[in-house]
């Protein structure tokens, strides 16, 4: 493992990234925190449509690099992995292989999901993009040869995970909607989350797809968006919301696979599905149901602690946003709550159940939402006691908006579940 790990995670928890790159799972730090401003001018935001694209079903979210913008979507019994001009939103290539619309395990809530739903990952050493299938197809593309597949796998046959099982108290609330966690790369290491009765997490060679490791912890896969990386006194690990626990996990040299903390949470209907969010050595998690609640954890090489957890406020889908002493997150309303003490400051705004929000360089909230309806927020440095819109506009209408919205060199790229898609300029002239 390649021991620049630790220090570039510290690096990103107190600097912007300056690339204009989106290429993971909740942008260049994982944190859906942007380095760009978001383009309000004092009196208008959206300044123009780019381009439009249609890409097929799915909740993934858009990746951007360089030129490039790669989505996935599923039509006619195949996923397939289509790679756009930024610029104009024409077809580059496109790559496909035969895949069901659910996973092979599928229970409950179809009409509110189908495709694929694991954003890919994008790794800048190699150019290789993986992408995680709802059924387990787990691909390696070259991005630098028009996407052509280098190595792959399915999890569901290689490791013969099952069903997810009813593990809530009340009974009839069993869900089970596929593989829907992104991969992470760190290092030469390719971290998925299995959910194997071998191993939750399962490491692969980015570049061969040979196995590396298995984690200690044999929980069933959750339906988060992916690991997170954390460095917990130094040592490189990752944190994962499983269908049981929290659940931090060491990824370094000889101590790769070990659990260092585990900390229980459980949901109705299996849907622990907001994402971990990671800052410093603290973890939030959240969930609705009958685990309705926000809790901050506190994690060391001895264990995890809670510090905090409110159980009047949740977020069923958003992934939390850290920044600056508060936490951010868009379900049922845009909410602010107090980082130290898990107080809420301030809510407001019309959202339902689909939300996410981006943290810009200005200090401004992007909210995207419902079936695919944008806003500009403030945060609490310029408003302090009470939720402030400052410009709102629906971009799409026809089904959930899932997946997050994307900002990258002066655009905002929405997506919802259908694979309707809209590039917005959010500046007169894209940043350079």
Known sequence: ?????????????????????????????????????????????????????????????????????????????????????????????????????????????????????????????????????????????????????????????????????????????????????????????????????????????KQTGRQLWESENLDEAGHTGGPVPISIEGEDCVAVLTLRNLVVTRIDGSNAGLRVAEFPWTTDFANNIATPVVFRNSVIITSAYNHYAMCRVNVTLQGATKVWENKELASGVCSPVVHDGQVYWAWRGVHCLDFATGKELWSGGNVGSQGSCILTSDDRLIVYSNKGELSLVETAKRSSKKYTQLAAKSVLSRTDAWPHVVLSNGRLICRDRSGSVRCLTVSAEPAQ
């Open 1 to 205: 493992m390649i021991r620049y790990f630790t220090a570039w995670l510290v690096l990103l928890s107190v600097t912007p990234v300056e690339s204009a790159d989106w290429p993971h799972w909740r942008g260049p730090s994982r944190n859906d925190v942007s380095s760009e401003p978001s383009g309000w001018d004092g009196q208008s935001w959206l300044k123009g449509e780019v381009w439009q694209a249609s890409v097929g079903e799915g909740s993934s979210s858009p990746l951007v690099v360089g030129d490039r913008v790669y989505l996935t979507g599923w039509s006619s019994d195949q996923d397939s992995l289509i790679c756009l001009d930024a610029d104009t939103g024409k077809e580059q290539w496109r790559q496909s292989y035969k895949s069901p619309r659910y996973g092979r395990h599928a229970a409950g809530d179809q009409s509110l999901y189908s495709g694929a739903c694991s954003t890919p990952e994008y790794d800048t050493e190699t150019g290789l993009l993986f992408t995680l299938g709802v059924d387990g197809d787990l691909n390696a593309w070259d991005t630098r040869r028009d996407g052509q597949r280098v190595w792959s796998l399915n999890l569901y046959s290689e490791y013969k995970a099952q069903r997810r099982p009813e593990v809530a108290e009340r009974k009839k609330t069993q869900r089970d909607y596929g593989y829907m966690s992104s991969p992470l790369v760190s290092g030469d290491q390719l971290i998925v989350e299995v959910g194997a009765e071998t191993g939750n997490l399962v490491a692969f060679h």
